[in-house]
């Protein structure tokens, strides 16, 4: 496991990251925003999304070159179950075809015939305000084929600015949405445009799900079409019909990207609140598997004789026990118990 680290971030995580078995790299943003040619992105790269410009950071998983793929995750996400179709699919092999068959891909797309997958991804449709527009990808999941050239592409699109208000990346739509000047716009412009046909967009409801309503709500103006459900909302991602990943079992999810839900280490339970509302009853059982997952690496700590750690100072928590597992002393962040990493480190 690698973690990417901005020299500003570095002080309050890099130890703690380096103890739980992480590679700390810290990196400054790929490029030096003062040297962006284009005036706009030059301006706003440096105060809108996320991050500003440090989200650029990961665009250094392309650098990875010593592994066939890297995967990019966010810090508030959770893997929960194995990925390996996706690797075969996109390392080749074997076992390849077979895979890709199997991979979960969004609207049941087939996988490029003539040439390799480069990136796989997920879309943000909550970014699309209305019917039509392009949507940018979400950059808190990302399977990318390392290359170094592909990254120094990157580099010379961001620093060349070429990006305008409204229309976004070379004025083909890719702009006026949270995050178009970093990671969610840019990725998407360069495999929609400038490399097309060399990246898959993967089914959101399985990788990297959010738990987002996938149809415009009310106020949204557009004309249904012939093949919606009567009286629905039209789809963000322009199909007729859609999957709600608010009803998708948890045992079909692989990862999932705490955004909607917010962060597990929040105390939000959503509880009685749910039993109508798929939102909440899937929310709540994914920051169940986080907790879960947080409580499976205490123990495995504990059975190893990595005992700095005591139970009464990591688990006193009695705010919804069964649910928190001890990690929770009150609804809230502040209610939250933080993780006490032992002093022996490193993970098996």
Same mark, same amino acid.
């Given at each position: 496991?690698?973690?990417?680290?901005?020299?500003?971030?570095? !002080?309050?995580?890099? =130890?703690? $990251?380096?103890?739980? /078995?992480?590679?700390?790299?810290?990196?400054?943003?790929?490029?030096?925003?003062? %040297?962006?040619?284009?005036? &706009?992105?030059?301006?706003?790269?440096?105060?809108? /999304?996320?991050?500003?410009?440090? %989200?650029?950071?990961?665009?250094?998983?392309?650098?990875?070159?010593?592994?066939?793929?890297?995967?990019?995750?966010?810090?508030? @996400?959770?893997?929960?179950?194995?990925?390996?179709?996706? &690797?075969?699919?996109?390392?080749?092999? /074997?076992?390849?075809?077979?895979?890709?068959?199997?991979?979960?891909?969004?609207?049941?797309?087939?996988?490029?015939?003539?040439?390799?997958?480069?990136?796989?991804?997920?879309?943000?449709?909550?970014?699309?305000?209305?019917?039509?527009?392009?949507?940018?990808?979400? /950059?808190?999941?990302?399977?990318?084929?390392?290359?170094?050239?592909?990254?120094?592409?990157?580099?010379?699109?961001?620093?060349?600015?070429?990006?305008?208000?409204? @229309?976004? *990346?070379?004025?083909?739509?890719?702009?006026?949405?949270?995050?178009?000047?970093?990671?969610?716009?840019?990725?998407?412009?360069?495999?929609?445009?400038?490399?097309?046909?060399?990246?898959?967009?993967?089914?959101?409801?399985?990788?990297?799900?959010?738990?987002?309503?996938?149809?415009?709500?009310?106020?949204?103006?557009?004309?249904? @079409?012939?093949?919606?459900?009567?009286? !629905?909302?039209?789809?963000?991602?322009?199909?007729? %019909?859609?999957?709600?990943?608010?009803?998708?079992?948890?045992?079909?999810?692989?990862?999932?990207?705490?955004?909607?839900?917010?962060?597990?280490?929040?105390?939000?339970?959503?509880?009685?609140?749910?039993?109508?509302?798929?939102?909440?009853?899937?929310?709540?059982?994914?920051?169940?598997? *986080?907790?879960?997952?947080? =409580?499976?690496?205490?123990?495995? *700590?504990?059975?190893?004789?990595?005992?700095?750690?005591?139970?009464?100072?990591?688990?006193?928590?009695?705010?919804?026990?069964?649910?928190?597992?001890?990690?929770? =002393?009150?609804?809230?962040?502040?209610?939250?118990?933080? $993780?006490?990493?032992?002093?022996?480190?490193?993970?098996?």
């Amino acid at each position: 496991m690698i973690a990417f680290v901005h020299p500003s971030a570095a !002080a309050c995580s890099a =130890s703690d $990251l380096r103890a739980l /078995g992480y590679d700390v790299r810290v990196k400054e943003t790929p490029v030096n925003a003062t %040297e962006i040619r284009g005036e &706009f992105l030059r301006r706003t790269i440096q105060v809108r /999304g996320c991050c500003q410009e440090k %989200e650029l950071l990961k665009l250094y998983a392309y650098t990875l070159t010593d592994y066939p793929v890297a995967v990019h995750l966010d810090v508030d @996400s959770i893997l929960l179950r194995p990925l390996d179709d996706l &690797f075969d699919a996109m390392i080749g092999g /074997g076992d390849a075809a077979e895979a890709a068959r199997r991979l979960a891909v969004h609207g049941g797309a087939a996988l490029p015939e003539n040439g390799p997958v480069n990136f796989f991804f997920t879309r943000d449709y909550n970014l699309v305000n209305k019917p039509g527009k392009p949507a940018g990808i979400q /950059g808190g999941f990302m399977a990318v084929r390392p290359s170094v050239e592909v990254y120094e592409e990157y580099r010379g699109i961001v620093l060349q600015g070429d990006h305008y208000p409204g @229309s976004g *990346w070379g004025r083909k739509g890719h702009g006026g949405y949270y995050g178009a000047q970093q990671i969610q716009g840019l990725c998407a412009y360069y495999y929609d445009h400038v490399h097309p046909g060399t990246a898959v967009e993967l089914d959101r409801c399985r990788y990297n799900q959010m738990v987002d309503d996938p149809r415009f709500g009310r106020g949204v103006k557009a004309e249904p @079409s012939a093949g919606m459900a009567g009286g !629905a909302f039209p789809c963000r991602d322009g199909r007729d %019909e859609c999957e709600d990943c608010r009803t998708t079992p948890l045992g079909k999810i692989r990862s999932a990207h705490f955004t909607i839900c917010q962060k597990p280490w929040t105390c939000r339970y959503f509880g009685e609140k749910s039993a109508g509302d798929t939102h909440g009853r899937l929310c709540d059982e994914l920051h169940g598997e *986080w907790h879960r997952i947080r =409580s499976d690496l205490e123990e495995m *700590w504990r059975q190893d004789g990595r005992d700095t750690i005591r139970v009464g100072e990591v688990q006193d928590g009695d705010y919804r026990l069964d649910h928190f597992r001890g990690h929770c =002393s009150r609804a809230g962040g502040r209610g939250y118990i933080p $993780l006490k990493i032992p002093t022996t480190v490193g993970l098996p």
